[in-house]
């Protein structure tokens, strides 16, 4: 695939999706196996959002300052860049899958632009490896391969509340990234809500940027660990981890709330505040406990992380639903899911974080390049952080009683601006206590994302209360035939069997 040409066709031994830890360490592994390996990246540069850095136009050669997890980011870029001055790597950035097929020969992978063509060609003068080949503004292709590899990643899962739509409100994930790509803040005053580890250092990024963070509200307990001590002490690093940002807390005085949440955005215009509570084990409010925070700038939700399943749906991989209720892919101890050489890697297989999907990735790109079997070493680690991650999700679950905290005009469906009572008396008077049915008498998830904010809740609406989607609700709001925005004249220019 020439940079820049369109309907053009490259071939490669594996390809891989995703270019963040896991689909790093996957084009590696492939590569250093002997395989010819093309990878599909969505960004301008490798890293994905994990290790989300400015531009290398800009900062050529950044220090890794705000991130985790860095050094095993320099050693698996230094692999990477010295593959692709082999010709063992092919690097297709700024673009994304539309539609991937399985075939005879192997994988078809349809691709289209991911970002605005100024983007695009922005990344034309990054490239470091000195290599000249898929740098450019990548025009729409195809992408054929005997194995593929999937490292989609993940985004924030988002809980509707009065008031979210406002602007000012932002993903947790989203302030972050736009910290490490721009190197600045979007505002000056934030509160940090929702649940799990990620809020830390979201608010400790916020804090050592300059920002001021009100207050970090954690709707679950730390007391909630202590039937989780032993998975927790097999992964050791993360309570280092964990003591940094405490450090980091206490410098800044950054105030941490458990068993509270925000209950509402106040502004007009844009977000000025919020009202908050505090809640009981399953997320009821405790009356008498609101409070108010004036004069914010930004509100930041985290309420843990969606795998972004839509490409091993679409060819038909065995799912199931994970402790954190999240619709997730069936792999092997190689990696492979149900479909022979498919190979699902990173939070596709359940959110777990970078150095799980690190090893992930290794295991699933030398099994893709060569079939070989998983590394016991590599296997240990992976079962110990696969244990931490399924211990995190119940200690920081989606409080049970979220349901309640909204209002029959809360909007869930921020594209399309359906409310909560529109879903609930479409579940209650047509039946529709399905993502797929939802969509036809609300429209909820029919809009630009395509259900990737509101899918979650709206599925849960749907369900009923305190039930949380089924796995065949979130497969049917994971199944499209279109994996991204394509133009008409891509479609048109198919070539089809006659």
Known sequence: MSPGK????????????????????????AAEAGALVAVVDAGAQPGGQFWRHRPETVVPE??????????????????????????????????????????????TLHTTPAVARARSEDAATNDPAGSGAGNGPAGSGTVVARRLVLCPGGYDRQLPVPGWELPGVMAAGGIQAFLKGNGTLPGRRFVVAGTGPFLLPVAAGIAEAGGQVLAVLESSSPAAW?????????????????????????????????????????????????????????????????????????????????????????????????????LVGIVDERQESSIPGLFLAGEVTGVGGASLAVIEGLTAGAAAARERAADKA????????????????????????????????????????????????????????????LKSFTRAGMGWCQGRVCGFAAGCLAAGQRVSASAQSLSDAAKRPLGAPVSIGELASLETDS
Request: proline content about 6%; aromatic content about 6%; some cysteine.
């Open 6 to 29: 369109v309907g053009s066709i490259m071939k490669a031994d594996v390809a891989v999706v995703g270019a963040g830890p896991a689909g790093l360490a996957a084009a590696v592994a």
């Open 378 to 437: 590599d296997a240990s680690r992976a079962t110990r952080h696969r244990r931490f991650a399924e211990a995190m999700h119940h200690a920081h679950p989606v409080p049970a009683a979220w349901q309640e905290w909204l209002t029959p005009d809360t909007t869930v469906c921020r594209c399309e601006e359906v409310t909560a009572s529109q879903i609930t008396e479409a579940r209650d008077t047509l039946g529709a206590r399905d993502s797929r049915s």
């Open 62 to 107: 950044p220090d890794g300052s705000g991130h985790h997890g860095w050094r095993s980011y320099v050693d698996l870029r230094a692999r990477f860049d010295a593959a692709r001055r082999r010709g063992q790597i092919i690097y297709l950035p700024g673009l994304q899958v539309w539609m991937p097929e399985k075939n005879d020969a192997g994988f």
């Open 226 to 326: 202590l039937p989780h001590l032993r998975a927790a002490a097999g992964v050791p690093e993360k309570a280092l981890e964990g003591a940094e940002y405490a450090a980091v807390f206490a410098r800044h005085r950054i105030p941490y709330r458990t068993r509270s949440i925000v209950t509402e955005i106040l502004g007009q215009d844009r977000a000025s505040g919020v009202r908050t509570a505090k809640v009981d084990a399953d997320g009821r409010v405790r009356p008498g406990t609101e409070g108010v925070y004036d004069d914010v700038d930004v509100v930041g939700f985290g309420w843990g992380f969606t795998p972004q399943m839509e490409l091993p749906v679409a060819l038909g991989a065995d799912t199931r639903l994970d402790a954190d209720g999240s």
